[in-house]
């Protein structure tokens, strides 16, 4: 009996290893330790990412998540240097190795354009890396590539469908093509959802990366402003811009949060945080955590809440002390501040980005307005730039904005989210991250019923969400944020409800005709 056992556990083994591809969607950590046993070379691991793009990125399911690859020889040559340094026994970092694809709105220095997803920066060649990219370079990280986006980061109109850009085309959803993949790190989140990648890196100015992550099930940390360089990045807010690590799971953003981290004097929000967050990977990571429920910010979709209702009940099973029924003491009261704030900086931030990454044509938004004018057939197929207008008129609000700016950073920070954890005495918040996918519609834009980031995102704070569930085929994610700094009791919850719920299901990947 014991030996036809054993040899059903081992047939089930190489079974599990020789699916494990397709099926699993493999971790940073899986992929690490077949490196590090030579079961796997990161030559192999890029040629499988390429063709994976390949097959369903314009053809097959035809996402269309990722815009630009590098020249795969290039890539295979990074990647035979990185498996040279690993057999000589030196191994950089847990990213050593592992491809990565950026936002493209973030400066890369090898030939790749930084296009925000316009037609008008198609050929735009930075001269520098973004410092964000530097590091993860020194890490050992292979860039294989660009990810689309929402045009502009979703600032341009004030009727935009999230994921399209004039470049890239529509971002779809791996779940369902007919659905939003959100933005304006849609490509990102896709690509990861859909295994074209282990990880990606994404922005976030308000809901950039926790709306995408949640509606194609995967994970993001929205970082403390500042806790990441934002040099090389193109703008929109100087008050709420971040970089931030986009994962399969939290363990992996993790990684690459980490291969991420240093302080930049070129970043006036940038700190020196030594902090390892892999250290707060803990699965007993929600036993005594108090944590508030924010019902101010769920109530708008009926199954959305049984499914948070059903984690609220899980989180106090495995040890959390739950604080129901909490709303912010003033109420949602900083959306007009915030929009003053945006208006008026991203003008702002588009002169100093182009001072240090020039373009031949352009180096303000006047010149972006009329250029997209002139080529309005390709830009302007779908929706406007109502916000572009509407910054370049803002320039004369000094006064106004900052005002604004120290109202929206009070009223979301210390009488929002800080007042609430004073008052209850707690780690953290929680609520549904975003409302299920919605149907794409070009013409009306986009359908939002309801989301969670607006507070830690004008308040500039951290904030994570994982897959919690599914409203019907769609998943959907729930989200953990506090105050400033506090990404490692974030961490080590969120990571703690992830490994309990086992939440997440890979999308079924294939052609939709």
Not at 49 to 58: G, K, P, V
Not at 270 to 291: A, F
């Amino acid at each position: 009996m014991k030996t036809i056992k054993a040899l059903c556990w081992l047939a089930f083994f190489v079974l599990f290893s020789a699916n494990s591809w397709a099926a699993d969607d493999p971790t940073i950590e899986q992929l690490q330790y077949q490196l590090n046993r030579g079961e796997l070379t990161s030559v192999v691991l890029v040629e499988r990412y390429l063709d994976r793009i390949a097959q369903h990125n314009r053809d097959g399911a035809e996402l269309q998540a990722v815009l630009s690859v590098q020249e795969r020889e290039k890539l295979l040559q990074q990647a035979k240097q990185l498996d040279a340094e690993r057999e000589a026994g030196k191994t950089r970092s847990s990213m050593h190795g592992i491809p990565v694809l950026l936002k493209d709105n973030i400066d890369t220095a090898d030939g790749l354009a930084n296009t925000a997803g316009s037609y008008l920066l198609r050929d735009h060649m930075p001269p520098n890396d973004a410092f964000i990219v530097a590091k993860l370079r020194e890490a050992g990280a292979i860039i294989l590539g660009k990810a689309n986006l929402s045009e502009w980061a979703n600032f341009r109109s004030t009727n935009s469908s999230s994921g399209w850009s004039s470049l890239g085309g529509l971002v779809k959803n791996p779940y369902d093509q007919s659905r939003t993949a959100c933005g304006s790190s849609s490509g990102s989140a896709a690509a990861v959802s859909a295994n074209f990648i282990p990880v990606a890196v994404g922005t976030e100015t308000d809901g950039s990366l926790v709306c995408p992550a949640a509606i194609n099930g995967i994970v993001t940390i929205k970082p403390t402003v500042g806790l990441l360089s934002r040099d090389g990045i193109i703008p929109i807010s100087a008050s709420q811009d971040t970089a931030g690590p986009m994962a399969r799971s939290v363990a992996d953003a993790v990684h690459l949060m980490m291969a991420m981290l240093g302080y930049d004097k070129s970043d006036a929000a940038s700190y020196n945080d030594t902090v390892n967050y892999v250290e707060h990977l803990k699965t007993d990571g929600l036993k005594g955590k108090r944590i508030g429920v924010m019902r101010e910010l769920a109530g708008y979709n009926n199954e959305l809440d049984r499914v948070f209702n059903r984690r609220i009940e899980e989180l106090e099973a495995a040890g959390a002390i739950i604080v129901d029924d909490l709303r912010f003491p003033n109420g949602r009261n900083w959306g007009g501040d915030e929009y003053t704030v945006l208006l008026y900086e991203f003008a702002h931030g588009m002169r100093e980005y182009f001072e240090q990454s020039p373009h031949p044509d352009f180096s303000s938004l006047e010149d972006l307005i009329a250029a997209n004018k002139e080529h309005a057939g390709v830009t302007m197929k779908w929706f406007g730039q109502e916000l572009f207008e509407m910054s370049v008129a803002r320039q004369a609000d000094h006064e106004d904005y900052k005002q604004a700016k120290a109202d929206a950073k009070r009223k979301a920070g210390k009488e929002g989210i800080d007042a609430v954890l004073k008052e209850h005495n707690l780690d953290m918040l929680i609520a549904p991250t975003v409302s299920p996918a919605w149907k794409i519609d070009l013409i009306n834009g986009d359908h939002f019923t309801g989301s969670a980031s607006g507070a830690a995102a004008v308040a500039g704070y951290p904030h994570i969400t994982v897959p919690m569930g599914f409203v019907q085929h769609m998943p959907v994610g729930l989200s953990f944020f506090g105050t400033a700094r506090s990404e490692g009791v974030l961490i080590e919850a969120a990571h703690a409800f992830e490994l309990m719920t086992q939440a997440r299901r890979a999308p079924v990947v294939a052609s939709p005709h």
